[in-house]
C-alpha cells in the first residue's frame, strides 16, 4: 500500500498563469476526492470520481478549474488564470467504495502560492 | 444544511494531562463521524471514525463516542505527549458517495 501520492508538493506561481496537480489514488479504490485547503481552515470538498466519472462538483470549482481522471486511475486538477485567491493546499483522496462509512485515505497536498 | 462546529483553539497542554476536543455536528439523515489529525506540513490522516449512534471509535489512546442524542463527537485522551501535537478535524459524512464536511480544525499543542 503505497497510499495516495500528490504532485508536486509545492507550486509557486504567478498571478495569471495555469498550474496542473496530480494525483494517483490507492491503487484498488475507484473513488477519486479533490479538496481544497486554506490556512487555518478545515478541507473544503471540490468534486470527486467513481472511475473515470466525475459525479460531483462544488460551487467552488469555478469555470478556471478543471479535473479529470481518465480511464479512471490518476486525476489531474488544472487552475486556469490563477488568482491569488487560490493559494491553497490541495488535498487528494480515495477510498474503495461509494459508502459513507468507508474510510477516505488523503495524501499529503499540494501547496500553490500564486504571488 | 450540514454542518460541524469544533472549539477554537489553540488548545496548549502540559504533557500527560487530559485532552477534551468539543465537536458537534448538524445533519440530515444518520451521518457517519469521523476524527482526522494533521501533523505540520503534512496532509490529513484518519484518527478514528464511528458510524452509528453509541458507536465509540478509539485509535492510539484517542476515543470519541457519537452521541446522537447531543449531536456531538468529543475527542478524548488521558495523558497526551508531545507527539501529539497537531491540528485535528472532527467530520461528518452523510452521502452514499462518501464526501466528507470537515469542521475549521482545533490545534493542539502539548508541552514538555
Known amino acids: 500500500d503505497t497510499g495516495v501520492s500528490q504532485d508536486p508538493r509545492h507550486k509557486i506561481t504567478k498571478r495569471g498563469q495555469n498550474v496542473t496537480f496530480r494525483c494517483d489514488p490507492i491503487?484498488?479504490?475507484?473513488?477519486l476526492y479533490w479538496y481544497r485547503q486554506t490556512l487555518g481552515q478545515g478541507p473544503e470538498f471540490l468534486t470527486y470520481?467513481?472511475?473515470?466519472?466525475?459525479?460531483?462538483k462544488s460551487r467552488l470549482l469555478s469555470d478556471r478549474f478543471s479535473a479529470e481522471r481518465p480511464k479512471g486511475s490518476f486525476s489531474t486538477l488544472e487552475i486556469q488564470r490563477t488568482e491569488q485567491g487560490d493559494s491553497a493546499m490541495y488535498l487528494c483522496a480515495s477510498s474503495p467504495r461509494a459508502r459513507s462509512g468507508n474510510t477516505i485515505y488523503f495524501g499529503e497536498g499540494s501547496w500553490l502560492t500564486v504571488v | 444544511g450540514n454542518s460541524v462546529t469544533q472549539m477554537e483553539g489553540p488548545v496548549t497542554l502540559s504533557e500527560e494531562a487530559f485532552l477534551t476536543i468539543n465537536c458537534t455536528y448538524t445533519?440530515?439523515?444518520?451521518?457517519?463521524l469521523f476524527w482526522y489529525v494533521q501533523y505540520p506540513g503534512e496532509g490529513l490522516q484518519l484518527l478514528l471514525k464511528?458510524?452509528?449512534?453509541?458507536d465509540k471509535g478509539s485509535n492510539k489512546g484517542f476515543e470519541a463516542t457519537y452521541r446522537k442524542e447531543t449531536t456531538s463527537f468529543h475527542l478524548e485522551k488521558g495523558s497526551v505527549q508531545v507527539s501529539d501535537s497537531a491540528v485535528y478535524f472532527c467530520a461528518l459524512g452523510t452521502d452514499s458517495w462518501g464526501k466528507l464536511q470537515f469542521g475549521a480544525g482545533t490545534q493542539v499543542v502539548v508541552t514538555p
Open positions: 470520481f467513481q472511475n473515470e466519472a466525475q459525479l460531483e
Open positions: 491503487s484498488e479504490h475507484n473513488r
Open positions: 445533519a440530515t439523515g444518520y451521518p457517519s
Open positions: 464511528a458510524t452509528k449512534a453509541d
